[in-house]
C-alpha cells in the first residue's frame, strides 16, 4: 500500500507540474485503490479581515490559501474527495456581524457548519507560524481530540522531518483546548504550522511554489496511509 501511494504520488506531481489544475480536477478523480469512505476537509487558515501573522509583504492567510488550494488538486487527483472551507482571500460576512470580532467568530461558526455539514469528515487547517527570534524554524503538527487524529498528526509530522526538513525535531502536541475550530468540528481534525514566516530561510520556502507542492502531496498522501485509523471513528473496519 505504500509502495502504492508513493508511486502514484510521484506521477501526480509529474502531472501537477505539465497540466492545468481545473484539468487535473476534471480528468483525474480516482488514484487510491479503493474509494475513500471520507470528506477531507481542507481549511486555509485566516482570511478575509483576518490574515493571520504577517511578515513585510506576505500576508499568512494568503500563503495558507496557496497551500490549501495545493493540497485540494492532490487530494482531488488521488481520488480523495476534498471540500474547502475558502476558495479565496475575500469572505463575505452576515450584515449583523458589527464589528471585526463578531465577523471573525460568524466566519469560524460558518465553517463548522460546514464540516458539520459533509460525509465523515477530516478536517485540515493549514497554518503559519512567527516568533520574535528569527532563528525558530520547523513545522508543528497538532492534533484535536477525535480517533485518528494524532495518527494523522503523527505520519505528517514524521513525513515533513524526514523528508523536507531533516533537522526538525519537533513531535506532534496536543491542540489548546481555546481553539475554537478545532473544538467544534467534532471529527478527526489537525492543524498544521507549516513554519515560521519570521525566519527567512523558511519563509524563502513556504513562499515556493515547488515547496508548497511537496506539502499538499504529504497531506493527502497521509490522509490516505492514514485511512484506517480515520475511518475506525466513523465505525468501519
Ligand atoms: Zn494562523
Given at each position: 500500500m505504500k509502495k502504492t501511494i508513493a508511486l502514484v504520488c510521484i506521477a501526480a506531481l509529474v502531472i501537477t507540474l505539465a497540466v492545468s489544475r481545473r484539468a487535473e480536477l476534471n480528468a483525474v478523480?480516482?488514484?487510491?485503490s479503493r474509494k475513500p469512505c471520507l470528506t477531507l476537509v481542507i481549511d486555509a487558515g485566516h482570511g478575509g479581515e483576518d490574515g493571520g501573522a504577517t511578515e513585510g509583504e506576505v500576508r499568512e492567510s494568503a500563503l495558507n490559501l496557496d497551500i490549501a488550494k495545493k493540497t485540494e488538486l492532490m487530494s482531488v487527483f488521488l481520488g480523495l474527495p476534498a471540500v474547502m472551507?475558502?476558495?479565496?482571500?475575500i469572505i463575505s460576512y452576515p450584515?449583523?456581524?458589527?464589528s471585526v470580532k463578531k465577523r471573525k467568530m460568524a466566519d469560524m461558526r460558518e465553517r463548522v457548519r460546514l464540516v458539520k455539514s459533509l460525509p465523515q469528515p477530516v478536517f485540515i487547517s493549514i497554518h503559519q507560524n512567527k516568533f520574535k527570534l528569527a532563528s525558530a524554524y520547523g513545522f508543528e503538527a497538532y492534533y484535536g481530540a477525535e480517533t485518528g487524529s494524532a495518527e494523522l498528526a503523527e505520519i505528517i509530522q514524521g513525513s515533513v522531518n524526514s523528508?523536507?526538513?531533516?533537522?526538525n525535531r519537533r513531535t506532534i502536541a496536543r491542540i489548546s483546548s481555546d481553539i475554537y475550530i478545532m473544538k467544534n468540528v467534532s471529527c478527526p481534525a489537525v492543524l498544521l504550522?507549516?513554519?515560521?514566516?519570521?525566519n527567512p530561510t523558511e519563509l524563502a520556502q513556504l513562499t515556493d511554489d515547488g515547496y508548497q507542492r511537496k506539502l499538499a502531496m504529504i497531506f493527502a498522501c497521509s490522509v490516505l496511509q492514514c485511512l484506517g485509523s480515520l475511518e475506525e471513528h466513523y465505525g468501519k473496519d
Open positions: 478523480k480516482t488514484f487510491a472551507t475558502r476558495e479565496s482571500e450584515p449583523e456581524a458589527d523528508l523536507l526538513e531533516r533537522d504550522e507549516c513554519g515560521f514566516i519570521s
